[in-house]
């Protein structure tokens, strides 16, 4: 699944090259595609037909096309597998594409929706008054957000009562961190995934936020991370992080910090990966 770095690179290139620009058609390939617009396909093309796309917005992992003449947004779930693309009018049909919106314009591109695995999808949705589309309202801000308060989100952590990766997956207290990038800033913070949130203190808190949000923009420089051919930009460009993984898929290989082999332990139906030196498994009480 894609995680904040790899959505906000998609953001950044379509604000580059579809921000601004005013829908003359769109075409639904694939019902499925638009399956949680709840009045169908038909009903979402007509309702972007002659709207202008306002400044593509994102939050966590969570990306939305304003329309900027109206109260609505154009919500884009990625999933595992879907491409939003800005291809030339002349470029072949994708395998896989799924809804084309054309624009009223002179500029020889149309933005794509391709989705191998059918998973993600588009959908409108009314805004609130803060400018979110309203399924997402209660999805908290990101690390990267100049808005995000390190205070509240430490006292919501100590509150929580659960053990650390936990928390940074949650999508309701701070979002855009996905397994990947969770591994990977536990490492930096040398902090075990199953840590209780009890046991931070605002030093550590803080420590840990730091290396979140240096490792998220150590991504994004590099455009995200690619480990198939299913995460791209907008240009159908992969992202090269995964060459400067420390953690994540590395079991078996030598801590870049300390030597020790990494290991790999199966969690929530994902894996989790860490160094057993470096990142002291805390203990039990008996």
């Avoid at 979110?132 to 990267?144: F, K, M, S, T």
Wanted: charged letters at 25%.
């Amino acid at each position: 699944m894609p995680e904040l770095p790899e959505v906000e690179v998609v953001r950044r290139g379509l604000e580059r090259w579809v921000g601004g620009r005013t829908v003359a058609e769109a075409e639904v390939l694939h019902p499925r595609a638009v399956r949680r617009h709840l009045a169908g396909a038909d009903d979402f093309a007509h309702r972007l037909k002659g709207h202008r796309f306002g400044t593509p917005s994102r939050r966590g992992k969570y990306l939305w096309l304003p329309l900027a003449d109206t109260g609505q947004s154009v919500l884009a779930h990625l999933g595992m597998s879907g491409q939003l693309l800005v291809q030339p009018h002349t470029a072949p049909d994708e395998k896989h594409l799924r809804v084309r919106v054309r624009f009223a314009d002179e500029l020889d591109t149309e933005l794509r929706f391709v989705d191998q695995r059918t998973f993600g999808g588009l959908s409108l949705h009314d805004n609130t008054a803060e400018g979110l589309p309203d399924v997402i309202a209660h999805i908290a801000r990101d690390p990267l957000d100049p808005v995000f308060d390190d205070e509240v989100f430490h006292q919501a952590l100590r509150r929580k009562r659960t053990t650390i990766k936990r928390a940074l997956l949650d999508q309701s207290l701070i979002s855009g961190v996905g397994n990947i990038y969770a591994d990977e800033a536990l490492w930096r913070s040398r902090l075990h995934y199953e840590r209780p949130t009890a046991t931070f203190t605002r030093p550590v808190t803080a420590e840990l936020l730091g290396h979140v949000r240096d490792v998220m923009n150590a991504a994004l420089e590099v455009g995200g991370t690619s480990f198939d051919s299913l995460y791209v930009n907008v240009n159908g460009e992969s992202g090269y992080f995964d060459r400067s993984l420390d953690a994540y898929g590395r079991e078996g290989l030598p801590c870049r910090r300390c030597g020790t082999p990494m290991l790999r332990r199966p969690w929530m139906n994902r894996s989790s990966y860490f160094c057993p030196k470096c990142q002291r498994a805390p203990r039990v009480s008996s």
